[in-house]
């Protein structure tokens, strides 16, 4: 519809403009909008003098907490030297102990599913490796997995019958002696392997001497390997139920 | 008869009513996925918190462990809810402030949507055990440019709207907005390169820090200036009345604009990084509560001016709320900074209520305020259902409470008394620590029936099925008279419509 003009005599008077219609067709578009409130000016009311005390006291407390330090630039603000931490009730806490058997089995148990079962299977028959279960490269002489978890093992190797290539990292080239320990008497005496030794860490650390001084670098082959099967420890086991430390594998005399 | 008409009046509204149009998609799209993504988020929070207090819960699904839950609880309540809720608000906030319509409502809509599907990946990345650990950036590595670069093409035309406003003032609100659309980039890019990016790599302790400043960053200075904004629009609005004090409103964004960045590195008080840092933050923290009283004054002021809006405004009722959150939790966090108080919640459970707190007792209360004041404008519908807002509105309100109260305050301080002790048992420590552990559920229980309420309340609207009327839906026990007919019903004026139009 075309816009008529005002007539100016009666400029309130815009007969053309239905007001209802037009109230009417807003509010139904934007009936929220149209009865919002508009926003005022910001209002300078004045802000009561408390406000300005209460904010003085956190000021002055939040001081006091900045200061509380002694050196702000330095990095030893609560290094308290020679501290040692209050004992309870009771004395220190015991050393936490156990039979070597069990000992060792809860620790192969946990390492091995940590770092071996991904490739060798949680039941050692091998799930995308040669088997652990029955191999003689296993149960035959502690040497063997001893030196294949320190260096790795690479090129070819025959295992109960079957040719297999492959790369093994040196996973336990970090372990402790009772580690290597552990994982061997677990990986010995599972799956139904039964070797049922129980090695000393002075035995195992004679190993590692030996490991230490190949003559080649890198990964062990099957080559080097087969010499060691025959190879045996010298001096006595563990006997079965010697009560040893679980952090330090030290033999602990009963009192 | 002339379609433009001269009154004043009418073409502001009208103006208003398309700075609306223009951005009902992103918007709505932004509250509801948000509201969507606060339930989920409650779920894994409930699933987390029951796994505390009984450890065999859920014994089947082994990858469904406290860490994990824990990460993807958190991970959707900070980048699913809080974040996509603030961008809802910056851009209606700003294009209203600045009196521009929004020309590029489809680009927002569309970032939206790939920010969602970020979210989304990140949050099922974390389930399968690959979150980062690292506080507030959960999300796998390569998660965090790509919702750097989204936010951009958000944040750009809230930034563009303010370029090109109408008028020479410039609202309180838009301090706020304006200042906080340049801190969320500074503070997540340093954040993020800093505790998870190449700059951290081999800087054990300053990865450490960085994340330690990061999370109180990103409530200071991104969450809290778009609630504040929110509540200084809402407040002044629906009351009709002017902002209490000017000078107030100017100091309280000074404070928290120099204060805010400084806090943070309280939380690693005996750490071997530079003293300064932790002594400072401390300080920092306790100042806080002088920009968190100077604002919730100003805003309290205002808005009791007229005590029965506050009543029957759910915007307002909200908003009074969540500023009632904001003093809360500034004064848990500066009391949690007093030296001699940080003893026993340093490393015990009151951190992570009073984030909780924070988030959920003061951003999102004023979230809601803001929602329940855009959704009937953007969707021309009003709210369906007053009990829907009712019970969003208490239930929130417990469950906050009850974290706030028995698990932040109760059970931090037992946890962290129970953590001095050196001869207190495993066994009494669990039992003792026990009720306030599931206090913690029994809260998040509360807010999670009152996020589904909310959320289906969102999804009717989205879905353009609320009411159609001249009346807004407000708090109130119905039935007394008004001078447009009992429920302002927009059928009736339309029939006066055509009933004028045939004379």
Redesign the interface.
């Known amino acids: 519809m075309s816009v008529q003009p005002i007539d100016p005599k009666k400029p309130d008077l815009e007969e053309s403009t239905n007001v209802a219609q037009q109230h009417a067709a807003v509010s139904r578009s934007a009936s929220a909008a149209s009865r919002e409130q508009q926003l005022r000016e910001n209002g300078l009311e004045p802000v009561s003098v408390w406000l300005f005390i209460a904010g003085s006291i956190i000021a002055i407390i939040a001081g006091s907490v900045l200061f509380k330090s002694n050196n702000l630039f330095g990095y030893d603000e609560f290094v308290k030297s020679g501290y040692i931490q209050a004992e309870g009730e009771g004395g220190p806490p015991p050393v936490p102990q156990g039979p070597v058997e069990q000992v060792y089995m809860a620790k192969g148990k946990e390492l091995y599913s940590g770092s071996c079962a991904g490739c060798h299977g949680a039941d050692g028959n091998g799930a995308s490796c040669p088997p652990l279960a029955g191999s003689s490269w296993v149960v035959d002489s502690p040497y063997v997995p001893a030196f294949i978890l320190k260096n790795g093992l690479g090129g070819e190797i025959i295992v109960k019958g079957k040719a297999s290539t492959g790369t093994m990292p040196a996973v336990g080239g970090s372990y402790s002696d009772l580690e290597t320990a552990s994982i061997i008497y677990y990986i010995q005496n599972s799956f139904g392997n039964e070797v049922g030794k129980l090695y000393t860490l002075e035995q195992i650390a004679a190993i590692n001497e030996a490991s230490e001084g190949r003559s080649v670098v890198g990964a062990c082959t099957a080559a080097e390997l087969e010499p060691l099967k025959k190879k045996q420890v010298t001096g006595d086991f563990f006997a079965a139920g010697t009560v040893i430390n679980k952090k330090t594998g030290e033999i602990i005399e009963a009192e | ?7 004043p009046y ?1 073409e502001d ?2 103006l ?2 398309d700075i ?1 149009r223009s951005l009902r998609h992103p918007v709505m799209f932004f509250f509801t996925s948000g509201a969507a993504w606060l339930a989920v988020s409650l779920v894994l929070g409930i699933l987390f918190s029951a796994k505390v207090h009984s450890p065999g819960f859920l014994d089947g699904c082994s990858f469904l462990n406290t860490g994990v839950l824990y990460q993807a609880h958190l991970s959707t309540m900070i980048y699913g809810w809080g974040a996509q809720a603030a961008f809802g608000v910056i851009i209606w906030l700003m294009s209203r402030l600045s009196r521009q319509e929004c020309k590029a409502s489809g680009l927002i809509l569309t970032a939206g949507h790939v920010w969602n599907a970020c979210i989304a990946i990140g949050t099922i990345r974390i389930l399968m055990g690959e979150g980062s650990g690292v506080a507030w950036m959960y999300f796998p590595k390569f998660i965090w440019p790509v919702l750097l670069a989204i936010y951009f093409f958000i944040g750009i035309w809230a930034v563009i709207a303010f370029r090109v406003r109408r008028g020479g003032h410039i ?2 609100s838009q301090w706020y907005l304006m200042a906080t659309l340049f801190w969320f980039p500074w503070v997540f890019i340093s954040g993020h390169l800093f505790a998870i990016g190449y700059l951290g790599e081999g800087h054990e302790m300053m990865a450490t820090a960085a994340s330690a400043w990061y999370r109180s960053a990103l409530m200071f200075l991104f969450f809290t200036p778009v609630a504040i904004a929110s509540a200084y ?1 809402i407040a ?14 100017l100091f309280g964004f000074w404070a928290l604009a120099i204060v805010g960045p400084w806090t943070g590195f309280q939380r690693l ?2 750490a ?5 840092m ?3 933050s ?3 923290a ?2 806080m ?2 920009p968190a ?2 604002v919730a ?1 100003n805003i309290l ?2 808005a009791s001016a007229k005590k029965d809006a506050m009543a029957h405004s759910p915007s307002l009722r909200f908003t009074v709320a969540g500023v009632v959150g904001l003093l809360v939790f500034a004064a848990l966090g ?1 009391l949690m ?3 001699g108080v940080m003893k026993y919640t340093q490393f015990s459970t009151a951190q992570y209520g009073l984030e909780i707190t924070g988030l959920l007792g003061f951003f999102s209360m004023c979230m809601y305020g803001a929602i329940y004041f855009i959704v ?2 953007i969707t ?1 519908r ?1 709210w369906i259902s007053v009990g829907l807002i009712r019970q969003h509105f208490w239930l929130t309100v417990y469950g906050v409470l009850f974290i706030a109260i028995f698990y932040t305050l109760g059970g931090g301080f037992l946890h962290g008394e129970i953590l001095e002790n ?2 207190e048992s495993q066994d009494s420590a669990y039992t003792r620590l026990f009720p306030y552990a599931v206090s913690l559920t029994t809260g998040f229980i509360f807010i999670l029936i009152a996020t589904f309420f909310f959320c289906c309340h969102l999804l009717l609207m989205w879905l353009r099925l609320g009411r159609r ?2 009346h ?1 839906t407000l708090l109130v026990r119905h039935a007394h008279g008004s001078p447009h007919g009992p429920e302002g019903d ?1 059928d009736k ?2 029939n ?2 055509s009933n ?2 045939t004379h």
Do not use: H, W
């Open positions: 008869m002339s379609t433009e008409t001269n009154s009418l509204t009208q208003r009513a609306d609202y309180i629009y002044p609005k629906v009351t009709g009345r002017p902002v209490y004090s000017y000078n107030l409103a008080m005996g071997p990084i530079p003293s300064f932790q002594f400072l401390a300080g920092a306790i100042l509560l002088i009283i100077a004054i002021k205002t500066a900074s007093v030296p009937p404008r021309n009003e050196v001869n009327s001249s807004p927009l004026l339309e006066l419509d004028l139009s």
